[in-house]
């Protein structure tokens, strides 16, 4: 079956920008989760949802950083006035429920220049 | 003091032997331990998950967690080529879904 799916693949903005990055979960998972990976270090937590909500949003770094999941499918990660900083993958995953294994998307690579 | 620590690497090992990656973590409510590998420029790929302590085996993959002393480690046997790739160790509090990564160790299985 369909796995998690993310775009675009590749964005590559200026600084100061706004970017969207889009999360499609396998299908019939409930939570949703996104992390950001930088060069030589592990996925980093940023927000999970469970359904609609933001369960847990303790991992976005600053007020730039927005996520949402109206219909509790898909989900875009919102980022304004891009910093250079930024740039990394963003990863999405999803789980059938909070304790069950998350399956990762292949990622957005960002690159603010 | 980092929360999940993979601190050896990077790995290099002959084809069909051992690999063992090791990993230690430092909140003692942790409940739920996994391990991912990550092919360059790939995301994460689930290859085992534990939650007891003791080793749990699928295939050539043991992961062994020792909850008492804050480890946990994979074991690969006959590690083969494709085994190459960056291993992440991650751990999921009890009551909170989210998981804390790793830096990760990078294995090279040498033909």
């Known amino acids: 079956g369909a796995g998690v799916s993310q775009t675009p693949s590749n964005k590559v903005t200026e600084k100061g920008k706004y970017v969207e990055l889009r999360c499609d979960p396998i299908s019939g998972h409930t939570a949703l989760y996104w992390y950001r990976q930088s060069l030589g270090q592990g996925p980093e937590f940023l927000i999970y949802f469970q359904g609609t909500g933001a369960a847990d949003d303790s991992g976005l770094p600053n007020d730039r950083f927005f996520a949402v999941r109206p219909e509790g499918s898909v989900s875009t990660l919102k980022i304004q006035r891009t910093e250079r900083g930024d740039s990394a993958v963003y990863l999405c995953?999803?789980?059938?429920?909070?304790?069950?294994?998350?399956?990762f998307g292949p990622g957005t690579r960002l690159t603010v220049l | 003091q980092k929360e999940v620590e993979q601190n050896s690497g990077p790995l290099s090992v002959p084809e069909g032997a051992i690999a063992s990656l090791n990993c230690t973590y430092s909140d003692r409510g942790s409940q739920s331990f996994f391990w991912y590998r990550q092919y360059s420029g790939k995301s994460p790929e689930l290859i085992m998950f534990i939650y007891s302590n003791g080793d749990k085996e699928d295939g050539r993959f043991t992961a062994q967690l020792n909850k008492a002393s804050q480890y946990v480690s994979l074991l690969i046997r006959d590690s083969q080529p494709s085994d190459s790739a960056t291993y992440l160790c991650?751990?999921?509090?009890?009551?909170?879904?989210?998981?804390?990564f790793g830096k990760g160790i990078t294995l090279s299985v040498r033909p």
């Open positions: 991650a751990v999921r509090p009890g009551a909170n879904s989210k998981l804390t």
């Open positions: 995953a999803s789980s059938w429920g909070l304790t069950d294994t998350q399956y």
